[in-house]
């Protein structure tokens, strides 16, 4: 079973717009890592939040852990048409493997 | 040098043939790790190394075959693969099994199998 569900499936807003992605996972995890992917290819890393963390930001990505409820999202601010891209959550545990959510497509229309 | 190098890039192989997948990264990173991707699905892990020690296997068939010759190479061996194992395999390193800096991917090797 996937580690991590993300609602919404697909998202799609005007370029401007903020975006936010959420990500609910099941078991005690030491991190939660959130990547993007486009067009099939490689994940890229952008932003990671430990489990005695709530919040946590990065240029135009903020974060949120909610360790109690077991969930995350994931915001990203003034999306740009180069934001289009699939987004992973995935949580990382004490067995030292990170498991990842069913991920979120963005689209951002120009 | 802050990348993790997968060759190749597309491979397709009969269900008779013997392929291997190769994955390079010096980043001195100590965990490596490989991933199979369906089309619109997450990505589903297969094997982790560590220390280049098989230390987790998610109880992915023998037709593949993973080694780890040294701290910067991961191979996966193919054999005797069927349709259904049509996907993106991607490799992935992380400083350590345990550290929290995150995964570093390579651009996969998609993969048919015909």
């Known amino acids: 079973s996937q580690q991590g569900e993300e609602d919404p499936q697909a998202l799609s807003i005007q370029e401007g717009e903020n975006a936010t992605m959420n990500c609910s996972y099941k078991t005690s995890i030491n991190n939660l890592q959130w990547y993007r992917q486009n067009s099939g290819r490689g994940l890229v890393h952008l932003i990671l939040?430990?489990?005695?963390?709530r919040e946590k930001h990065s240029g135009r990505l903020r974060v949120t852990l909610d360790t109690s409820k077991k969930s995350s999202s994931l915001l990203i601010t003034a999306s740009r048409a180069a934001d289009t891209a699939s987004y992973f959550c995935a949580g990382h545990t004490n067995a030292g493997k990170s498991t990842f959510g069913d991920g979120t497509t963005l689209t951002v229309k120009p | 040098d802050t990348e993790v190098t997968q060759t190749p890039k597309h491979l397709v192989m009969g269900m008779t043939n013997k392929k291997s997948l190769k994955c390079e990264q010096h980043m001195g990173h100590r965990a490596m790790y490989w991933y199979k991707q369906k089309a619109k699905k997450p990505p589903e892990l297969m094997f982790v190394?560590?220390?280049?020690?098989?230390?987790i296997n998610e109880s992915v068939p023998s037709r593949f075959s993973p080694e780890c010759p040294n701290s910067s190479l991961l191979n996966l061996h193919l054999h005797a693969l069927q349709p259904e194992d049509s996907a993106l395999y991607l490799c992935?390193?992380?400083?350590?099994?345990?550290?929290?800096?995150?995964?570093?991917f390579g651009s996969g090797t998609r993969l048919t199998v015909v």
């Open positions: 939040i430990r489990s005695n963390e």
């Open positions: 190394y560590s220390y280049e020690k098989l230390s």
């Open positions: 992935a390193s992380s400083l350590g099994p345990f550290d929290s800096y995150g995964y570093t």
